[in-house]
């Protein structure tokens, strides 16, 4: 399977305890993505990489949140102290540039996710 | 900022019942737009694209065109059937300049036999 992989696809912890999820980009990639989505709601972007140069955070990324992306192939995300409220899905995309009708697109394979819950 | 309203749901159809699920955006740019679907207990594919006005992306039967002058990208499909029932989420990116995907909220469509 050569797409976006993510691990663990589950993830069940007690509130105060850290997690961090890994994800694998396409291997020729070197775009990479997180997202969370919450029930009933579309993804909502958290932090992007080029290479490994993390070029973009959203303000959703509190200080609890970190993210890597050593030598520019897999990354990992990080929750320290989790919340309630972080109880989500976290999704990893990853793309490379390209071309349709003579414009630049950016289009970006997801992975399956890691639910997290945090009781 | 940049922004997507798309139809809420959710949605129930029956077979061979023609589908719409209106989208319209917000964008401080040029965007390319996208369908993404996410099957019961799978991941976001790319169901299709469109990166300029008057394009037309088509895919399994789904078509959506690129309307600049009314910031739409509506998705259709003549004929659905069971294996269609899925979330539907359009999304755009501004190519270029920023980077990351903004999603609509999504709109949840199921099809009876």
């Known amino acids: 399977d050569t797409g976006v992989s993510q691990d663990p696809r589950h993830k069940i912890t007690k509130r105060g305890q850290n997690v961090t999820f890994r994800c694998d980009p396409i291997?020729?990639?070197?775009?990479l993505y997180w997202y969370r989505q919450t029930l009933g709601q579309g993804p909502e972007f958290l932090t992007y990489f080029q290479n490994e140069a993390q070029l973009e955070k959203s303000r959703l990324l509190s200080d609890r949140f970190s993210a890597e992306r050593p030598k520019g192939s897999f990354s990992t995300l990080e929750i320290q102290r989790t919340e309630q409220g972080d109880s989500a899905m976290y999704l990893c995309?990853?793309?490379?540039?390209?071309?349709?009708?003579?414009?630049?697109?950016?289009?970006?394979?997801f992975g399956p996710g890691t639910r997290l819950t945090v009781l | 900022g940049d922004s997507v309203t798309q139809m809420e749901g959710p949605v129930t159809l029956s077979e061979e019942a023609f589908l719409t699920i209106n989208c319209t955006y917000t964008?401080?740019?040029?965007?390319?737009l996208f369908w993404y679907v996410q099957y019961p207990g799978e991941g976001l594919q790319l169901l299709l694209k469109a990166t300029k006005a008057d394009d037309k992306g088509s895919n399994k039967g789904f078509e959506a065109t690129y309307r600049k002058e009314t910031t739409s990208f509506h998705l259709e499909k003549g004929s659905v059937q069971v294996s269609d029932s899925a979330v539907y989420f359009c999304?755009?990116?501004?190519?270029?300049?920023?980077?990351?995907?903004?999603f609509g909220a999504g709109t949840t469509v199921t099809v009876r036999a």
């Open positions: 964008a401080t740019g040029y965007p390319s």
């Open positions: 999304a755009l990116v501004i190519p270029l300049y920023r980077y990351k995907l903004s």
């Open positions: 291997s020729e990639h070197n775009r």
């Open positions: 995309a990853s793309s490379f540039p390209g071309l349709a009708g003579g414009r630049s697109y950016n289009e970006q394979f």
